[in-house]
T-cell receptor, first 116, second 113 residues
Framework: GAVVSQHPSRVICKSGTSVKIECRSLDFQATTMFWYRQFPKQSLMLMATSNEGSKATYEQGVEKDKFLINHASLTLSTLTVTSAHPEDSSFYIC????????????FGSGTRLTVV | AQSVTQLGSHVSVSEGALVLLRCNYSSSVPPYLFWYVQYPNQGLQLLLKYTSAATLVKGINGFEAEFKKSETSFHLTKPSAHMSDAAEYFCAVSFQGAQKLVFGQGTRLTINP
């Protein structure tokens, strides 16, 4: 079945530094990838949709310059949290789909980011 | 407006009892519907999905869900709960014309021995 690998699973960084999270589709080409943020005991909040070879579409209220998304290939999307601050600490999850709506969405295992 | 609602943020059942987790959506056109399970500090695992084929969908781990257009519902059930079913469950919807998934608020399922 479709597998999405997300790395790292946990990262601790200092305030002001940047952190990159990778999301890879291992056995299929993902034309579209999604990035979510999840606060403790809450649901997933969609941050942005990235399509291979084009700029990401950000949801309302998500800072484009803070959360940089790159989808340079059909198997890799990256989320970079720039100039991280403690309030950026959260659980970030990516998902990918090979294409047609409703076909299926596979999720990565998530990244726990802690900014100290 | 298009939305998805899970009734009950926390459901507690006894081991062996019926599990019923509720999900309703708001849309004039039937969407694609999904149920996911999340264990602590992990990603989401697909339990089952409805994509306009059979209205009764069978998933993994003994779960199933029935799409009822008249009630705009897609409730998740399992006849007999197991301790390993304790987790967070999310109903998600992909509305027609949009690729992104919209998630419900989630329901935490607790199983009592």
């Amino acid at each position: 079945g479709a597998v999405v690998s997300q790395h790292p699973s946990r990262v601790i960084c200092k305030s002001g530094t940047s952190v990159k999270i990778e999301c890879r589709s291992l056995d299929f080409q993902a034309t579209t990838m999604f990035w979510y943020r999840q606060f403790p005991k809450q649901s997933l909040m969609l941050m942005a949709t990235s399509n291979e070879g084009s700029k990401a579409t950000y949801e309302q209220g998500v800072e484009k310059d803070k959360f940089l998304i790159n989808h340079a290939s059909l198997t890799l999307s990256t989320l970079t949290v720039t100039s991280a601050h403690p309030e950026d600490s959260s659980f970030y999850i990516c998902s990918a789909t090979p294409g047609p709506q409703g076909h299926g969405y596979t999720f990565g295992s998530g990244t726990r980011l802690t900014v100290v | 407006a298009q939305s998805v609602t899970q009734l009950g943020s926390h459901v507690s059942v006894s081991e062996g009892a019926l599990v019923l987790l509720r999900c309703n959506y708001s849309s004039s056109v039937p969407p694609y519907l999904f149920w996911y399970v999340q264990y602590p500090n992990q990603g989401l695992q697909l339990l089952l999905k409805y994509t306009s084929a059979a209205t009764l969908v069978k998933g993994i781990n003994g779960f199933e869900a029935e799409f009822k257009k008249s009630e705009t519902s897609f409730h998740l059930t399992k006849p007999s709960a197991h301790m390993s079913d304790a987790a967070e469950y999310f109903c998600a919807v992909s509305f027609q014309g949009a690729q992104k998934l919209v998630f419900g608020q989630g329901t935490r399922l607790t199983i009592n021995p």
